[in-house]
């Protein structure tokens, strides 16, 4: 099976201390680290396990510039087959749908069985994977938690809020947004990564992929930024000052009251 | 023999026993070979009674035996038979005992007393070095590492030649798991059964008859993941072992596979991944890591600003504070502590600040050996420009990395050695103790006490704060209980019936103290949880013994003289 999947490389929640740049209209980005997408790092796992029991390829691919090699680097040392770096001045500032657009362009110059996403980046919105499925016609889950392969058609389980989940046959090809939690991501060591350091990662630009330079970038983004802030702190956290046992007593009483205890 | 019969028969210690998913009962085995034991004494002996006995009878000249010895008694058993008759007994003594003999030298590679043999090698090879870890592989140099294509020990044949030894001179006492505390809490760890199941299954997969049907990994088949990650590195099997059997190096060796296979929790890839990025395994933004020593809470002792090395500060001991100490909101109180005491003191000391990195013990540890090199080699050259001479910290697993682990940086001491010494050089005098009614146990870290061997520095500097009560815990010196393990081992999610720490406390209380002193972050850490979790506070406190020691330490007015940094702090 031939597996794409879309990653993205986004500054790590936990690594950073976020806050907003002099002008407020972004996040300050001097000492960021960054880090794969935790949901499309599970979405590579995923692809993996399934390549390792059907036999196949998998590709991981982004879009931005040359920073963003280092996950790609990552995810090869992870397991991935190829990696490419969708890249060209011209995609800058492009919205969900853009994006979407450059994907899609790209996915008609391969052949895929089967295209991964993260089930949304930690600062974006969950549309891509989407948008990009009915840009290409192909049928579509999002918030899967497990696939299952049977006789050329996918069984997917998506999780449904309240904890439940419901159980989806899918036609291949499809695309699917995949769930933290769906596997656990092996590790990738440093020593992984300098084992990869030379291998070669292809580089595409608009005129590669034939992208129509009107429906990307800034210019044709039709969601744009107006505002970003750190919402200030409300009140309403209630302190339990009771003893040990009453405020386990009471913490009982509260998250049954919240319907959170069956 | 008879004492080993009644032992195994009678008394059957509870570490003897083998749990059923470790393998089959050793006693049979046992019984046998003493048997066999048995019959070789007994027909040595006939042969020698009967031998004296015909001698006695023909008048020629009679061997002495031993009063009250077996031949002895024998003798005096059958001093009346026939002469054929002792003929008999002789030759059939002699035919018992070779055929027996014979035997026994075959049946032994397949027992249990074959570490008889083994263990005069392994002892002989046996590595000496404390707190320290083997190479990932011997005679392969740090920079030729990444032409290795296989990082630690994935499957039995990875083991060296020293370790596939050790399996064979376990002598199966029992001893490792007695003193591991993994074991004690119930993890799913007992360092005997590393052994065992390891001889097991090297006589499973090399037969004498057959073919061997080898290379199998050794995780999901005979060890588990939580088995290995579950070693706090403590060193308790291996100070226990009589045979000198190592654990530490075969853990370690283990978890490099486990990592060099992508094979890791995922409780532990977010601090990983956060060394990595960042040098701490919180996460924190490196620029803050000197912050604690601005934060002077409200009340305590000034301190002077604490300098920042950069080369040109002119100081010749650098503090090495580490991760915890320097992000911690709780174990920053040990961070200024420790400055001021090394101010108290005296010593013209700074810290590296934003430019220091975790010493990355515990990421060496865990088996993640190529991140550890990464900061080693950059800690090693920050410290180099720092341009001092000696190296002070208060963190037990910074000093064993500094001393052990790391090459050409200066040496280096715990904060602990440094103040006795300054006690036993007069330099230093404590007020009495603030609250006479307490009693404190000090509570030895591993990586001060039994890697390192510093026991009696921290008895010392407590015992001269005049009118401190001091008891010692039943488990106490190399004989330490491990808290639960510092480091990357707090990230870490194992499956146990109880918190180390909580035995740990209540060994404290057994012993009549109400304040455990210890002199690690870590222990800090776990203790004060179990204190919690044991729903002791109040009755129970932990402190570091840099506060103890801050508390207590006499100091002339506010003013310092160039006279006095020189000389004494107060004395």
Known sequence: MEILVCARRVPDTSENEISLNAAGNDIERDELVYSVNEADNYAVEEALQIRDRVGGNVTVATIGGEDDEEILRRELAMGANQAVLISDDAFSGSDGKGVA????????????????????????????????????????????????L??????VSREIEGGNREINEIDLPCVLSIQTGINEPRYVGMRGIRQVASAPIPTLGASDLGVDQGAVGEAAARVKRVDYFVPALSKGAEMLDG????????????VAAKGGLK | MVVAAVRRLVFKPARYAVPAKYGKSHTPDAVFLLGLIAILMVADSMFSASNATRHLQQNQPVETLAVFSLPWMLKAAIGAMPLATLWALNVGAYLVHELTFYFLLCYRPFG????????????????????????????????SLDQVK???????????????????????????????PANAVGRPLSPRFITI??????????????????????????????????????????????????????IVDLRRGMIDDGNVPQSLQKPLKALESRGNPYGKMEKKRGDWAKAIPPGSQPTNAVKLLDGKSGADTLYFVDSITSYDDRMQAIGRATARILECLGKNFGILGAT????????????????????????????????????VTADPHAYNALKHDYKDVPPVEHIVQVVAREVRDGNVRFNPVEDKDRVYAYHDPCYLGRHNQVYDDPRDVLDSIPGLTRVEMQRSRDRSFCCGGGGLMLFYEPKEDQRMGM?????????????????????????????????????????????????????????????????????
């Open chain 1, 101 to 148: 657009t450059i994907l899609k362009d790209f996915v008609r110059k391969g052949r895929y069985d089967l295209i991964l996403t993260g089930v949304q980046a930690d600062d974006g919105a969950a549309q891509v994977g989407g948008m990009l499925a009915a840009m290409l016609d192909y049928p579509f889950a999002s918030l899967v938690n497990s696939i299952a």
């Open chain 1, 150 to 155: 049977e006789d050329g058609k996918l069984k």
């Open chain 1, 243 to 254: 003893s040990r046992e009453e405020n386990a007593d009471k913490v009982l009483e509260l």
């Open chain 2, 112 to 143: 249990i007393q074959f570490h008889v043999e083994t263990s005069l090698f392994s002892v002989y090879f046996a590595k000496l070095e404390r707190g320290t870890l083997k190479p990932v592989r011997w005679g392969v140099p740090d920079e």
């Open chain 2, 150 to 180: 296989s990082f630690g020990v994935k499957t039995f044949e990875d083991f060296t030649w020293k370790h596939m030894l050790d399996f064979y001179s376990c002598a199966d006492c029992g001893r490792c798991a007695d003193n591991c």
């Open chain 2, 197 to 250: 199941k390891a001889r097991d299954y090297a006589f499973q997969h090399y037969p004498v008859l057959g073919k061997a049907h080898n290379h199998k990994p050794l995780i999901g088949n005979i060890y588990s993941e939580d088995e290995i990650w579950s070693c706090t590195t403590c060193g308790a099997c291996e100070e226990e072992c009589p045979l000198l059997v190592e654990y530490i190096d075969k």
């Open chain 2, 356 to 391: 220091e990195k975790d010493s990355g013990h515990e990421v060496r540890r865990f088996g993640e050996e190529m991140l550890f090199m990464a900061l080693r080699d950059h800690n090693t050259e920050v410290i180099k420009a720092a341009g001092v001479q000696r190296i």
């Open chain 2, 503 to 571: 035995l740990r406390v209540r060994m404290a209380a057994e012993a009549g103290a109400n304040v455990i002193v210890t002199a690690c972050p870590f222990c800090m850490v776990n203790i004060e949880d179990a204190i919690k979790v044991a729903g002791m506070e109040g009755k129970m406190s932990v402190m570091d013994l840099t506060e103890l020691v801050d508390r207590h330490l006499v100091r002339e007015g506010t003013e310092k003289t160039e006279k006095l940094e020189a000389a004494t702090c107060g004395g």
